[in-house]
């Protein structure tokens, strides 16, 4: 019954539509069949025109108010969350929810497309474990990662300014520095050197880092794409593949990816078992994003236990479930 009022009432708000498409038929059937004295036909093509030229104008008008109301509504981190919310095929997330379906992830996907900050929780959660299945499975894994690009200063200083702004009074975000936001990119990023090292015939990487901060972070698999906020507290969504929002945010993440400053992973020096204060440096220096004077060797031995620490960071924030064997549908 849903269904066929939904199409009565989408009917209906194409009715004008409708009217100028049969009045056009019924002159050219008339004007075949010669019923239509010569010069008649003509005669009604102007009105026809001008029906059409009404209804592409009304049509015109509504997009553009609908254009206005978006508009209005993203102006907010709530108007915009409602935007991305709207459609029966995306679920609303919050808490375990979250940490569910993307361990569900973690347990049956041979992509990953992150996109987001410090990728903190990708280093120590997500990309061990998913490779973890991907050597046990003897398949390979495509990884794919957009960073923030620890090289702009300014850029990460305005990232921790914002989530210093947006955090509560008391919470770890407060201590937050522009150094220790540029250290985690740091150690993501030889994380990912890292295990690609060691499973080379496995993991397919792919790392770029981006001049723009988002207060969104979004973890594209094979089946679902998730998005959140500041962490699993916070509000999320899950789009599943069968959804069709999928593919466009698929290609919309990948294009962004493209766009970025891409490192050149094939130029990384060796890595030891626990990285060195040496090694480290070279390996940056081998990607183009070479650590300044500013970083000390104590900094530099932060990153590199950093980059090896599978502490979970969400630990005792929300419930975070195991990992399980079957993949998320």
């Not at 981190?77 to 379906?101: C, E, N, P, Q």
């Not at 973890?132 to 990232?159: I, N, Q, V």
């Not at 060797?297 to 932060?302: E, P, Y």
Request: aromatic letters at 6%.
């Amino acid at each position: 019954m849903t269904t066929v009022l939904a199409r009565l009432r989408g009917a209906l708000t194409n009715l004008d539509l409708g009217v100028v498409l049969l009045v056009a038929a019924a002159v050219s059937v008339l004007d075949l069949l010669e019923v239509l004295k010569d010069g008649q036909s003509d005669k009604l093509i102007l009105p026809v025109l001008a029906l059409l030229a009404f209804v592409w104008i009304r049509d015109r008008s509504r997009q553009g108010r609908m254009a206005d109301q978006v508009a209005a509504l993203a102006r907010t981190t709530d108007g915009m969350w409602r935007v991305l919310a709207s459609g029966d095929s995306v679920k609303s997330l919050s808490g375990a929810a979250i940490t569910r379906v993307l361990a569900e992830a973690r347990a049956g996907s041979d992509m990953w497309l992150f996109k987001g900050g410090t990728g903190t929780y990708i280093r120590a959660v997500t990309l061990p474990e998913c490779i973890e299945r991907a050597k046990r499975g003897r398949s390979r894994l495509r990884f794919l990662l957009e960073l923030l690009d620890p090289t702009d200063e300014a850029l990460c200083a305005s990232y921790t300014e914002l989530h210093r702004n947006l955090s509560q009074d008391g919470s770890e975000e407060k201590g937050w520095t522009s150094l220790g936001t540029r250290k985690d990119v740091y150690a993501t990023i030889l994380s990912a050197c890292w295990y690609h090292q060691r499973n080379s015939q496995l993991l397919d990487l792919k790392i770029g880092l981006s001049n723009t901060i988002s207060l969104f972070r979004c973890d594209l698999t094979s089946h679902n794409l998730v998005i959140t906020q500041r962490g699993p507290e916070f509000p999320g969504l899950a789009i599943p593949r069968t959804s069709p929002h999928y593919n466009p945010w698929y290609v919309e993440l990948e294009n962004s990816l493209n766009q970025t400053r891409l490192l050149p992973i094939h130029r990384a020096t060796p890595l030891s078992a626990a990285p060195t204060v040496a090694e480290t440096r070279d390996l940056f220096v081998a990607l183009g994003i070479p650590l300044t004077d500013e970083f000390t060797d104590a900094d530099v031995a932060d990153i590199a236990r950093g980059a090896l620490n599978r502490v979970d960071p969400y630990r005792g924030r929300v419930q975070v479930p195991g990992p399980r064997t079957a993949s998320v549908t």
